[in-house]
């Protein structure tokens, strides 16, 4: 039995939701469903206000990972026809960081698809956050995978407000999900990058084949990060992975993830991140009002997003942009 005023005063209010509320939660029917959205919309007004925060991404190193996550098309262990490419050189990560700021967006992420930053990538990830910071207003963000802990000074030096590293799942599902690195590694990154002075980003794929018992394991090991953001994404199967097979999440299951994040982290932007189109089709605009503060504009790393136009025309219709911008 769900206390229904208990969860909205501890949402207003700013409490993280209590993991045991979460559990019964998520058993909710989908009326009471929308009253969970309802309270995490309000309580995502209440704690960061209208604004959407607008994040563009550049994959700027493509495929060839020697990892083995099961979900990934950059993966070299999996057949996915994805087109690889080394580091980008600076001058095009501006082009597109400019495009991108022209497009709307406010922050900048650059990425690489690479177990963690060798000398000579960390150094042009550097070269291209300085040419970024210098040539444009948006904050940059960098996500380079597993970190040692003079990578993160190096990064912080040179700019980097947040880094993205994500837990992707719970400890305990991790290793059905990926063989060549583990968990803990990535705890560890988001620790050194915490303590070089930058902001964490960490959050997860959704739809694996994790049931709710994992999510909610995956939230608890979350909380003890805190991070600043959360991307949330959902699995989007990509042809020749191991993963490509899975069905996608329903609509609702994806809106029930956001809202129940939204109340587990009420100080975190929670950002819908890779899968959103596809997974929620037309509850993207459910999605906005179930408490995230976040999107990705534009394109991901390997798959096509909706135009940013559209998108921007999505949030001004929902009241969900910055007053002041
Ligand atoms: S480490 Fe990153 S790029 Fe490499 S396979 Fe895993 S998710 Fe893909």
Known sequence: MVDWQAVERGALAG??????VAEALVGVSPPDLLRLVAIAHAARLRHHGPGTELEALISAKTGGCPEDCRFCSQSMHFETGV???????????VRRALEAEAQGARQFCIVAAVRGPNERLLRSAIAAVEA???????????SLGILAPDDARRLAAAG???????????????PRVVTTHTWEERYRT?????????????????????????????????RTLDPAEIPINFLDPRPGTPLGGRPL?????????????????????????????????DLQALALLAGANGIV?????TTRGRS??????????????????
């Open 249 to 281: 999440l329903e609509p609702l299951e994806a809106v029930h993830i956001i809202a129940l994040f939204r109340l587990l982290f009420p100080r975190a932007s929670i950002r819908v991140s890779g899968g959103r189109e596809r997974v929620l089709r």
């Open 190 to 222: 988001c620790i050194y990058a915490r303590e070089a002075g930058m902001e964490v980003c960490s959050g997860g794929i959704f739809g694996m084949g994790e049931g709710w018992p994992e999510r909610l394991e995956f939230a608890e090991q979350l």
């Open 83 to 93: 087109a690889a490419h080394p580091f980008l050189d600076p001058d095009e990560v």
């Open 297 to 301: 504009l534009g394109n991901y790393l």
């Open 132 to 142: 970024v910071r210098t040539r444009t207003s948006l904050e940059v963000h960098a």
């Open 160 to 174: 980097v407000r947040r880094y993205n590293h994500n837990l992707e799942t719970a400890r305990s599902f991790f």
């Open 308 to 325: 940013a136009a559209d998108d921007l025309q999505m949030l001004r219709d929902l009241g969900l942009t910055d007053p002041d911008a």
């Open 15 to 20: 409490e993280p939701l209590p993991i045991a």
